[in-house]
Nanobody
């Protein structure tokens, strides 16, 4: 099991910004497809997992339509980190955000029917106040 560690969540006001970070002591992140998915507290089932963004090992990026223009995924290869920058956040963005290795092309790992997540961390809570 690959260990992934998310950080950067917290309480943020509607319209604010924050950056989530993903690190791993086990793998070199830029050799994997890495995605972010979120799970709202009232939706604990796997079916309620929404893919937010994903970066393939080749650097191509994908975003959920509902978040396009408000989020940006990036990698820092020197630090072995993957980031998710979230801007203009909304109350409906409140969720636990997880980074994960993705075994399919990232095109399948975004949106409400995202699939392909293999290993993920404990997540980081993002709470947006209205």
């Amino acid at each position: 099991q690959v260990q992934l560690v998310e950080s950067g969540g917290g309480l943020v006001q509607h319209g604010g910004s924050l950056r989530l970070s993903c690190a791993s002591p086990d793998i070199t992140l830029n050799t994997y497809n890495i995605g972010w998915f979120r799970q709202a507290p009232e939706k604990a089932r796997e079916e309620a997992r929404e893919g937010v963004s994903c970066v393939n090992s080749d650097g191509s990026t994908y975003y959920a339509d509902s978040l396009k223009g408000r989020v940006n995924i990036s990698r820092d290869n020197a630090k072995n980190m993957v980031y998710l920058q979230m801007n203009n956040v909304k109350p409906e963005d409140t969720a636990v955000y997880h980074c994960a290795t993705v075994v399919l092309n990232c095109v399948y790992a975004v949106g409400p029917n995202a699939i392909g997540f293999a290993s993920w961390g404990q997540g980081t809570q993002v709470t947006v106040s209205s």
